[in-house]
């Protein structure tokens, strides 16, 4: 009964061993999968056998996780090995999880103390982002611990808590797995053996790198090629936590070298200022990193990042507290930066700025004992200095402010020296665009040519509203100029005020003093044309006195006014012109001139200055003898000025002058006398004993020759009868005393009734008057006709001298001016 229950039994066993064999697959899929799922695992195909030495051999294996596909085939596996000849893993991107938020723990891998060994013969990584598929093959010679071969050189050990090992990797492999074509990878060598160490948290690698960058750059201007070299050897430490998202670098022990070929400094796009840019770049650099760089999220935080030069072109630019936001860069970028620039050319170069977002500021200063040679002048002990605070200029107008201070001691530029030049720059914007660029500026004197100016301040304004519509500029300026000096003229005291508006033109006032003189200039200056007008208030003359005096040292105004209108073109050089004198004096030496009045027009075109034909009108001119009622005319054609048409009054009759022109060195001017009265020309020397009545006429041409002046076949005669006495005149008496034999002709000269007078007048250049005299008349006492001739010289400019220091109403004016003059 026992044998045939127990073959019952076996029997069933049997039949239930081989029902489950049969129906392994279904039965397994049944069991496993449910288990697997719930550790998020999928099982899609399975396939497996006993063999003859009751080995499992699975043909393949399907499984999916999170998005990711391995497929296991040739699988041997018994209680000491699982042998796997091929295995393929398709990586994909992973999908959204409700979890993702979800910290992750410490590893505590449940590691049994006795499994089979695993080998995977060949391993085939698959990915979109891989250039080829990656291939290694996984040997695990002892218990947790793995050696990884193949397109990656690698060890791991696992522990409970712990996954460490050491991996090495370079460029060739890099180039392998991703497509570096056309990007600057494609021109690296690196080769790096990291340590690594992974605690289900956070993951460290540390060991060394040796990297090598070389790139070569080519510009359309040259032929030549500029090659980038950058070098970096060093050990360095990464560390990744999965719960914070924080990634460090800890770069300080890496030595970092950056040099560029000669041939790069000659890649400056060709200007003036080429070669002077080019002697300054440094073809060695060194770059100094900071011990920590975090990345977190999506923020980035580098302490610090020190770029500096080698050799005696010192550059050492330092970046530091940089915070970016790798999403928004130029959203949200926090950084401070100093840089520090010496080299042979260049004294000094400071900049320091602070950036926060879309806000930058800072300051600079640049110092140059002289200017490049580039520039076309020469300076010495430049210095430029400012600030800046600027905000949104990140796809958008700028808006705050940007200072600059220069200073030179000294500096020549187009024919122009000048020294001890400050200037001061600041330019500012709100958010409404509206702008403002302010100017001031001050120096001790400059020098153009035959023109020295001194103490020149100047301050200009723009103020401009940069929105939509056209663009409209407000302008203002002061300027303060101490003298103008040149060989010919010498100007003092100058201010200038002005406004302006610039829009497609310029249209500006100038409210101007000059020595005193008030000026009112307008213009409107375009790319088409230059119209100005001048505007001269009514002043007084006495104003004018600075710069007569100048060109005659011993002339000036005593009173009057003046004013005037001129209007023209500056690019056409053309202009036209009134002016106005009225009742103005002047004082020259002892000549004495009153109540001059004349008002003219006239016009400058093509260098060519033009006067209408004017009246003018002296009231009275005092030089010993007085001249009064003076009227005549003048104008100006083609430069040259001339008197014509002059008549007054003198000695009782009058004179006229036909024409004098002004500056021309030879020329005959034609003056006339008509009804003079004799006695006032005799009798200009009271104190002469000698009285003549009668009336005179005459013609006296006068030459100009080369700046001497003489009277030549001048003629003086008598209109009607006349008397002449001679009482009390030392001469006459002397002569009557010596030569007692001409007492009886003489004596018919002491009253005679002159019935006809003529003389020759001529003067020389030094004053000299020679008159030869014929007189003819009849001496009622003696009852005699007399036909006298005599020869009569004489220095008038002595005999006018000593009239004009007479003249009591010019000692009267000389002595009040001359005064003031001094």
Not at 191 to 216: P, V, Y
Request: proline share 3%; hydrophobic share 40%.
């Amino acid at each position: 009964m026992f044998k045939r229950v127990g073959l019952i039994v076996g029997a069933v066993l049997l039949s239930t061993l081989l029902l489950g064999y049969v129906f392994r697959l279904p039965l397994l899929q049944w069991v496993i999968a449910p288990e697997l799922k719930k550790a998020g695992i999928t099982l899609s195909c399975l396939d497996f056998s006993i063999t003859s030495s009751l080995n499992i051999h699975a043909d393949r294996v399907c499984v999916n996780y999170q998005n990711q596909q391995l497929q296991l085939t040739g699988i041997t596996a018994n209680t000491k090995r699982v042998d796997i000849k091929n295995a393929v893993l398709a990586v994909n991107s992973l999908p959204k999880s409700d979890n993702a938020n979800q910290l992750t723990k410490n590893l505590d891998l449940a590691l049994p103390l006795n499994r089979p060994l695993i080998s995977i013969k060949q391993l085939i990584v698959k990915s979109d982002e891989l250039n080829k598929p990656l291939k290694i093959s996984i040997l695990e010679p002892t218990l947790n611990k793995f050696n990884v071969t193949g397109d990656i050189n690698a060890s791991a050990n696992l522990a409970v808590n712990k996954v460490s090992g050491q991996f090495e990797i370079n460029d060739t492999f890099l180039k392998h797995v991703i497509n570096t074509k056309n990007t600057l990878i494609a021109d690296a060598n690196f080769n790096t053996q990291q340590a690594f160490s992974f605690d289900g948290i956070e993951l460290e690698l540390n060991g060394d790198i040796s990297s090598q960058f070389a790139h070569t750059y080519e510009f359309s201007h040259t032929n030549q090629q500029c090659q980038v070299n950058v070098l970096t050897t060093g050990k360095l430490a990464t560390r990744f936590n999965l719960n914070s998202q924080a990634l460090m670098f800890n770069t300080d022990l890496l030595n970092n070298k950056i040099n560029l070929t000669p041939s790069c400094i000659e890649l400056t796009p060709p200007s003036e200022y080429a070669g002077f840019v080019s002697k300054q770049v440094p073809l060695n650099w060194q770059l100094k990193l900071p011990q920590s760089i975090r990345l977190e999220a999506s923020e980035l935080r580098v302490p610090a990042i020190n770029l500096m030069s080698e050799g005696d072109k010192q550059f050492d630019i330092l970046i530091t507290d940089t915070i970016l936001n790798i999403t928004s860069p130029f959203e949200y970028l926090q950084t401070t930066l100093s840089a520090q620039i010496n080299t042979p050319d260049i004294n000094n170069i400071n900049v320091n700025a602070q950036l926060s977002g879309a806000v930058i500021k800072g300051d600079y200063a640049v110092m140059l004992e002289s200017l490049p040679e580039f520039v076309p002048a020469t300076a010495n002990g430049l210095s430029l200095s400012g600030h800046f605070n600027i905000s949104e200029f990140i796809d958008s107008k700028p808006i705050g402010l940007i200072n600059a201070k220069l200073t030179l001691n000294s500096v020549d530029a187009f024919d122009i020296s000048a020294v001890q030049y400050q200037g001061d720059l600041t330019a500012k914007m709100d958010k409404q665009l509206n702008a403002e660029v302010a100017l001031t500026q001050r120096l001790k004197s400059a020098e153009y040519k035959e023109f020295k100016v001194t103490d020149i301040s100047n301050t200009l304004t723009a103020n401009t509203n940069l929105g939509v519509g056209e663009l409209f500029a407000n302008l203002t300026a002061k300027t303060n100029i101490k003298t103008v000096n040149s060989p010919d003229i010498k100007l003092n005291n100058i201010k200038v005020e002005s406004t302006g508006l610039q829009s497609r033109a310029l249209k500006a006032t100038h409210h101007a003093f000059i020595n005193d003189v008030e000026l009112v200039v307008n213009h409107h200056m375009s790319s088409q044309a230059h119209p100005f007008e001048v505007i001269i208030p009514e002043q007084s003359t006495l104003l004018l006195n600075a710069l007569i005096r100048q060109f005659e040292p011993l002339a000036q105004l005593t009173e009057g006014e003046f004013n005037g209108y001129i209007s023209g073109d500056i690019n056409l050089q053309n202009a036209l012109f009134n002016m106005g004198i009225s009742h103005t004096s002047a004082l020259y030496n002892d000549y004495l001139a009153s109540d001059l009045n004349s008002v003219f027009s006239g016009e400058y075109n093509s260098g060519k200055l033009n006067v209408k034909p004017t009246t003018f009108n002296l009231n009275e001119f005092r030089a010993g003898a007085v001249v009064k009622a003076i009227k005549g005319q003048w104008q100006v054609s083609s430069n040259t000025a001339l008197i014509n048409d002059v008549k007054g009054s003198v000695f009782g009759g009058e004179f006229s002058l036909d024409t004098y022109t002004i500056g021309k060195p030879n020329q005959v001017a034609n003056v006339k006398f008509e009804n003079i009265d004799a006695s006032k020309l005799v009798t200009l020397d009271d104190k002469s004993g000698i009285v003549l009545t009668g009336r005179l006429a005459g013609s006296l041409p006068v030459h100009f020759d080369s700046g001497k002046i003489e009277i030549i076949d001048g003629s003086l005669f008598s209109q009607g009868t006349g008397n002449l006495k001679i009482t009390n005149n030392a001469a006459f008496d002397s002569v009557m005393q010596q030569q007692q034999e001409l007492q009886p002709v003489l004596g018919l000269l002491t009253n005679l009734d002159i019935q006809k007078l003529n003389s020759s007048v001529a003067l020389k250049n030094d004053g000299w008057l020679k008159l030869g005299v014929n007189l003819q008349g009849y001496n009622k006492a003696e009852q005699q006709q007399v036909n006298f001739n005599y020869n009569h010289e004489e220095n008038v400019f002595t005999l006018l001298r000593a009239l004009r220091l007479s003249d009591e109403i010019t000692q009267k004016v000389e002595q009040q001016y001359s005064q003031k003059g001094n």
